[in-house]
């Protein structure tokens, strides 16, 4: 896939050379694997570098890259920082890679040597890997994320409600959405690889420094070199041209971007509720948006058009499943994303607990929301909130809904286009509020969490849920206040779904955040960075678990309140029916360790795996095991295709983004797909599995099973249309979680192509960032070797001796090698 390959330990003219060098291993590798280079397998493995990349956006770019595609070329040079109040800008007179410290990585390093290029003489940024060096480390660390993040001077800075240019990231410097045009940069995670160049670097200092004081040239003397070719679209365009790219020679539509985008995964917690022709009620034309507000603030769900009205309101406990770093193939997002899925599942989990028999009798419902590409530009939270009820999914015409297996009259509906591949969100009763949680793997205080609400005052559901947490107390943690203070600029809360439900309902649908941190971002680790990992500050899964527990007991008072606002009554309530989850808890271990450190633990992938064999069942599709979490684990978002969550639809022998002609269900084959992430997957088998303990198990336990059929015929999933699935847990479950596509509300698919063409969509408002990664050349990567001066390879060629010795450096030095390959 498109990003994270890398190949060619020993790329371009050096495999070419090697290859001659080496023909017992060109054979071995043409018979295996073309992409691994035997010789230097080794050093491959080791030799990775993570690129940091253009984005594009709605108004522009940002990101690095370099302005064309000629390759970047310069010597190594160590950068000193300028720590000391110098500008220590290298003096050098050629063509320079600068090597920089990660510790140096920050606003004032990249000021200098940005400001101080003026001979454009500077042709790239390594930044090494600081492991084992010895220095006087800042432990407050600067944070490359954005002061506001998603805020005022963001690419998301309109889709806010009140108060967008609060300070929350108060170390924040925005290096993640500066647009570093025309500069490449590369961080090496290799510690020993990084040694090297470091090695490499300062020693050509000395050299430069010597022949400087001896005018002779030393003869023979060669340089090492780093080659950056890291071309990512030209400037001045912007993510709906780049979508919309006609090849110039054909005119033929070749888009060189895709979206950021993924896969949302929610859930219900009880029976499903009956089904209705929801397509009838959302017959909306002639009401005006302020009467439907009006309503769902009154809590009045008698007469809402714009979701199941017969159904029960939703309380939505949610969070945001992703981060971000300056380098995308290394987001550890420990605090910022693994911590708030962590204390999620773990609160789903407490809440399924409970069984149907209590979950059905509560006044509200519980849903569980974890959402996907919230870091750029809340895109998984608006998606789905803005098809649920703001204003409310409508597929084009009513003959466009169909089933998503077509010979399959019990599947879920789905739409043909806009391209939906269920239609369940649409029996979700109306928004009654959200509980979001975000952040508490690191609490700034010891034993206290805090809650930040939407600044609608006494009576609103946001000071009702803060209230509720904080008479929800464990034996060792506590909720309390932020201690921020209105100040007229508009109550400020922290980004987070949150944000998405008041923004969207224009204040009349809020809630609560619970949160680490109080007035800012915890600077112990600095968030949305590369360090933000479970290995450079170990999270707190005392807090997580007492996080778990608040969650899960918020959740049930407010349903069990029903907008009575009682929260003495409803708190204690829930404190009787939930206990207290302790941090040595199994389940939160065995997820801790996947989501902090290895992502490809065998508890994910149970899970994952038999997800997909339910998805095959139902539909016929295969699915590969899904793009995976990693180890260590990446949060990064991730670029939106049919391998990576973008849904699609089969009709005859094509596959369709969309689809607006007349032939679906001519086939019994023809179905609706999608293929999330295998943390995606994993999250939806678990969600069933916490959540679909059944009506009528009743204290018996759930049928054992290893495949789905084994499920056929269980009992205890009867209620209205519910039925049972397989997980990964090997019990038979009630189906209670669901996938929603994660994608800018601006973009659709395209009716009638493949995936991957997107268009602006005719409901696009003009808020979203549209945030899409560009894949303008096949060939993008960063070479390391020695240049030995203006020798033509060709002649070069003839020279055994010589050659042989490239080689050698070549599986030495160089070869930080790292192409990194772009899938188209
Ligand atoms: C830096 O190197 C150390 C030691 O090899 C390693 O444990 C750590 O994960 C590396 N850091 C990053 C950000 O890759």
């Known amino acids: 896939m498109w990003r994270q390959r890398q190949q060619h330990a020993c790329g371009g003219l050096w495999l070419f050379l090697c290859v001659l060098l080496f023909p017992s291993s060109a054979l071995a590798q043409s018979s295996s694997d073309m992409s691994i280079n035997a010789p230097f397998q080794d050093s491959f493995n080791r030799l990775t570098h993570a690129a940091c990349v253009t984005l594009f956006h709605r108004k522009g770019r940002l990101g690095c890259g370099t302005e064309d595609r000629s390759l970047h070329v310069g010597k190594l040079v160590y950068y000193k920082g300028n720590s000391n109040g110098n500008n220590n800008f290298p003096s050098v007179n050629e063509d320079f890679v ?78 993640n959405i500066y647009d570093f045009y025309g500069l490449p940069m590369a961080y090496v995670p290799d510690s020993d690889v990084s040694n090297e160049l470091r090695n490499a670097a300062m020693n050509q200092i000395n050299k430069n420094n010597n022949n400087n004081n001896n005018e002779e040239q030393q003869e023979g003397s060669s340089s090492i070199v780093a080659e950056f070719n890291y071309y990512m679209g030209p400037d001045g365009i912007n ?15 070749s888009p060189k971007c895709l979206p950021l985008g993924g896969t949302s995964v929610w859930a219900t917690a009880g029976s499903p509720e009956p089904n209705q022709d929801n397509q009838n009620n959302n017959n909306n034309d002639d009401i005006n948006d302020d009467d439907a507000r009006r309503e769902l603030n009154n809590n009045n769900n008698n007469n809402n058009y714009y979701y199941d009205a017969n159904n029960r309101p939703v309380v939505l406990v949610a969070a945001g499943m992703d981060a971000s770093s300056l380098f995308h193939d290394l987001v550890p997002g420990a605090n910022s994303a693994a911590s708030n ?98 952040q508490v793997g690191l609490p700034v205080a010891d034993g206290l969490l805090y809650v930040h609400n939407d600044g ?176 260590p684990p990446n949060y990064y978002v991730g670029v939106y295709n049919i391998n990576y969550g973008q849904p699609f639809v089969q009709v005859g022998d094509s596959v369709y983004g969309a689809y607006d002609g007349d032939k679906y269900g001519n086939r019994g084959a023809d179905a609706f797909g999608i293929q999330p992430t295998l943390l995606e997957s994993a999250i939806r088998g678990m969600l069933n599995d916490f959540l679909g303990r059944g009506s009528n198990l009743n204290g018996g336990s759930a049928q054992e099973c290893s495949k789905p059929s084994d499920c056929d015929n269980v009992q205890y999933c009867q209620k209205n249309d519910d039925h049972a699935v397989c997980t990964g847990g090997g019990k038979c479950v009630c189906a209670r979680s669901h996938f929603h596509l994660a994608l800018d509300e601006a973009l659709e698919a395209k009716p009638g192509m493949g995936t991957g063409y997107f268009v602006q969509s005719e409901n696009d408002n003009e808020i979203s960032a549209v945030y899409t990664e560009p894949y303008w050349s096949n060939d993008v990567g960063v070479r390391v070797y020695r240049d030995v001066g203006q020798i033509p390879g060709v002649v070069t060629l003839g020279v055994g001796a010589v050659v042989s010795g490239l080689c050698v450096l070549a599986a030495f030095v160089l070869k930080v090698g790292l192409k990194k390959e772009k899938m188209y």
């Open 98 to 175: 600068a090597v920089v410290e990660e510790y140096h990585l920050d606003a004032s390093t990249l000021n200098t040597l940005v400001q101080g290029n003026s001979n454009g003489y500077l042709k790239g940024l390594l930044f090494l890997n600081s492991t084992g060096i010895d220095y006087n480390r800042d432990k407050s660390y600067y944070s490359p994320a954005a002061q506001s993040p998603r805020g005022y001077g963001t690419p998301s800075a309109y889709e806010w409600y009140g108060n967008n240019a609060y300070p929350w990231n108060a170390k924040g410097q925005g290096l």
């Open 239 to 253: 993510s709906l041209e780049c979508l919309g790219w006609k090849d110039q020679a054909d005119g033929k539509w």
């Open 341 to 438: 899925i962590l204390a999620l599942l773990m609160a789903a989990k407490m809440v399924g607990g409970l069984g149907d028999n209590v979950l059905d009798k509560l006044t509200y419902r519980i849903a569980f929301g974890f959402f996907q590409g919230e870091t750029y530009g809340f895109a998984g939270s608006r998606s789905f909130l803005r098809d649920v009820a703001f204003p409310g999914f409508q597929c084009s015409a009513n003959d466009r809904i169909v089933r998503s297996v077509a010979n399959n009259d019990k599947s879920e509906k789905a739409c043909l286009y806009p391209l939906r591949h269920s239609l369940e969100f649409q029996r979700l009763g109306p928004i009654a509020g959200m509980l979001a949680v975000d």
């Open 456 to 631: 609608q005052g006494d009576g609103s559901f946001g000071s009702f849920m803060s209230n509720v947490l904080k008479y929800s107390y464990t034996s060792n943690f506590a909720v309390s206040y932020t201690s921020i203070e209105d100040n007229d600029n508009g109550w400020p809360f922290p980004p987070s779904p949150l944000q998405s439900l008041v923004q969207l309902s224009q204040g009349a649908a809020g809630g609560a955040v619970l949160t680490g941190y109080d007035y800012a971002f915890t600077n112990q680790v600095p968030f949305h960075s590369h360090l933000e990992s479970n290995q450079e500050k170990q999270m707190d899964l005392d807090a997580i678990a007492a996080a778990a527990t608040l969650l899960a007991r918020a959740a049930l008072a407010a349903a069990y309140d029903g907008g009575q606002y009682d929260y003495e009554t409803s708190s204690q309530y829930a404190s009787q029916w939930i206990g207290e989850l302790s941090s040595s808890d199994e389940t939160l271990n065995i997820l801790a360790n996947c989501l902090f450190k290895d992502g490809n633990c065998d508890y994910l992938k149970k899970y994952n795996s038999m997800e997909r064999e339910n998805d095959k069942a139902r539909t016929g599709f295969s699915y590969g095991s899904g793009y995976p979490l990693g180890t």
